[in-house]
T-cell receptor, first 111, second 114 residues
Framework: GNSVTQMEGPVTLSEEAFLTINCTYTATGYPSLFWYVQYPGEGLQLLLKATKADDKGSNKGFEATYRKETTSFHLEKGSVQVSDSAVYFCALSDRDDKIIFGKGTRLHILP | KAGVTQTPRYLIKTRGQQVTLSCSPISGHRSVSWYQQTPGQGLQFLFEYFSETQRNKGNFPGRFSGRQFSNSRSEMNVSTLELGDSALYLC?????????????FGPGTRLLVL
């Protein structure tokens, strides 16, 4: 079945460091891919998405490129801030429009 | 436009009781999905409703049920509560059309079963 695998956390970085959170997926067909972020005490917010191969989603300095050949959708940011501390979820939309989430990666940014 | 709202935000129940959670989607959204979030299992899909009909269902026992009303508001019910039902329950709504895959989440209802 369809699934999403993302790197386990927590990931701890210093402010202004470069961030990569790996995400790979297994799916039939061509799913849409998403990154959601959950700040402490809140629900999930859509961070970015890509709907077809080679699309790049971007928002708030975060980027992810839909790589069909490697079935990956890695999240990157060039310079993280303390306010980026949160849990990040990679997800895909399957043929039934059901969203399948990865287990989440907790990110800690140190000042 | 107001976001997805969920009530109540916090709930404490005892084993064997039942609970009903409510979700009001963003105005104009007709799809509502429910998720259970726990530290061990992560986000697990419960079910999705669209135009008052259950369209998708996850792998949860029959104690978990839901419904959707004509105004798209949705409720989920858990009967005969177990300790393991303690979780954050998230509701998400989706628009129709080209953005139908994007989910907009509410803040969640945190349920503690004692």
């Amino acid at each position: 079945g369809n699934s999403v695998t993302q790197m386990e956390g927590p990931v701890t970085l210093s402010e202004e460091a470069f961030l990569t959170i790996n995400c790979t997926y297994t799916a039939t067909g061509y799913p849409s891919l998403f990154w959601y972020v959950q700040y402490p005490g809140e629900g999930l917010q859509l961070l970015l998405k890509a709907t077809k191969a080679d699309d790049k989603g971007s928002n708030k300095g975060f980027e992810a490129t839909y790589r069909k050949e490697t079935t990956s959708f890695h999240l990157e940011k060039g310079s993280v801030q303390v306010s980026d501390s949160a849990v990040y979820f990679c997800a895909l939309s399957d043929r039934d429009d059901k969203i399948i989430f990865g287990k989440g990666t907790r990110l800690h940014i140190l000042p | 436009k107001a976001g997805v709202t969920q009530t109540p935000r916090y709930l404490i129940k005892t084993r064997g009781q039942q609970v009903t959670l409510s979700c009001s989607p963003i105005s104009g959204h007709r799809s509502v999905s429910w998720y259970q979030q726990t530290p061990g299992q992560g986000l697990q899909f419960l079910f999705e409703y669209f135009s008052e009909t259950q369209r998708n269902k996850g792998n949860f026992p029959g104690r978990f049920s839901g419904r959707q009303f004509s105004n798209s508001r949705s409720e989920m019910n858990v009967s005969t509560l177990e300790l393991g039902d303690s979780a954050l329950y998230l509701c998400a709504s989706s628009p129709a059309g080209t953005d139908k895959e994007t989910q907009y989440f509410g803040p969640g209802t945190r349920l503690l079963v004692l």
